[in-house]
């Protein structure tokens, strides 16, 4: 399975960014975004399920907004953006047969 994720990119803050990634299959469980900071371990940011049930890491809410296109295409609206939003965000699938992680792509956010 391929993750194919795009839209990050360079913004100013309290700007935004629009998120996607589209699997090569059908068979999804569910799919979500998670960052890695320099330093920091990769951490969960939201995912949303197969029947549209979503999850949001308390340091986004209210500012991102997880959806899904389909079932193999999910986005991340990125609003109010923060410098410490900085990282590199990836794309996540839950399959029947385990999990697939896509290349991962960069948000910076500064002035």
């Known amino acids: 399975v391929q993750l194919q994720a795009s839209g990050g990119g360079l913004v100013q803050p309290g700007g935004s960014l629009r998120l996607s990634c589209t699997a090569s299959?059908?068979?999804?469980?569910?799919m979500g975004w998670y960052r890695q900071a320099p330093g920091k371990q990769r951490e969960l940011v939201a995912t949303?399920?197969?029947?549209?049930?979503t999850n949001y890491a308390d340091f986004v809410k209210g500012r991102f907004t997880i959806s899904r296109d389909n079932v193999n295409t999910v986005n991340l609206q990125m609003n109010s953006l923060k410098p410490e939003d900085t990282a590199v965000y990836y794309c996540?699938?839950?399959?029947?047969?385990?999990?697939?992680w896509g290349q991962g792509t960069q948000v910076t956010v500064s002035s």
């Open positions: 996540n699938a839950v399959l029947s047969l385990g999990t697939a």
């Open positions: 299959t059908f068979s999804i469980d569910s």
């Open positions: 949303i399920t197969r029947g549209g049930n």
